[in-house]
């Protein structure tokens, strides 16, 4: 959604330039909480964590593979010769990078789920910018600011929060379906871990700790004044 802020700032501050700066209207609209109410969102993220869920399985899958290899390894290790110690030794760090390689490609930076996501989000951010034109087109407003974005607000006057005519304008309005929607946390898996032996060498270096994404807060209705610190 902060693609929905510097669309809108580069159209609408060229109108405000070249007009009396005074005259200008403007408002602001949460954008997080327009999209936790589209159902469309809640689907896209229902769709992420069930690829997310998938592929976690597959890792986990394969982690326990690594980890039998390891053990086995240990169990066997007093009678193997240093030639076997080193070729097993090998096919066990060999499996533990690719369970790494295949997190990367699936949960790194730009892998699967990152460009699954944007994929999937995309037609709903676009439905949501063009209500957010038609309605600062109504009302005539020469900018109008994302709450949700980059932008700090360390105040924001409700007369000028234009949120509920967006939501209108989606079919939102609506008391029955003006109601907040979750909003989809994508799980994420922990890296694979190479159990500790003072006489095995991995090159994965220490073991990581594995730390449990904590899920989002459901988006609140926008409050009548917000405060925020400036960054």
């Known amino acids: 959604m902060k693609k929905i802020l510097g669309l809108l700032l580069a159209s609408f501050l060229l109108t405000a ?35 997310s869920e998938n592929w976690q399985k597959e890792i986990e899958a394969q982690k326990k593979d690594l980890d039998k290899l390891y053990h086995s390894y240990q169990a066997e290790e007093v009678v193997l010769t240093e030639p076997m110690k080193k070729k097993r030794q090998d096919e066990i760090l060999k499996k533990e990078q690719d369970i790494k390689a295949y997190q990367n490609k699936q949960f790194g930076y730009e892998g699967q789920i990152f460009k699954k996501r944007q994929e999937l989000n995309k037609p709903v951010q676009d439905k949501v910018f063009e209500a957010v034109e038609k309605v600062a087109k109504k009302k005539q407003l020469a900018v109008l600011f ?12 409700p007369a000028h929060d234009y949120t509920e005519f967006v939501l209108e304008e989606l079919g939102l309005g609506a008391e029955d379906r003006n109601q907040p929607g979750p909003k989809g946390v994508v799980k994420t898996v922990a890296p694979p871990k190479t159990p500790v032996d003072p006489n095995f060498e991995s090159d994965s270096g220490a073991p990581e700790t594995t730390v449990k994404p904590k899920a989002a807060k459901p988006a609140a209705r926008p409050s009548r004044v917000t405060k925020k610190s400036p960054k």
């Open 17 to 51: 330039a070249s007009s009396d700066v005074r005259a200008q209207k403007f408002g602001w609209v949460d954008s997080e909480y327009i999209m936790a109410k589209l159902p469309e969102f809640a689907k896209a993220q229902d769709e992420l964590n069930a690829l």
């Open 146 to 157: 994302d709450k949700s974005g980059d932008v700090t607000m360390l105040y924001t006057n």
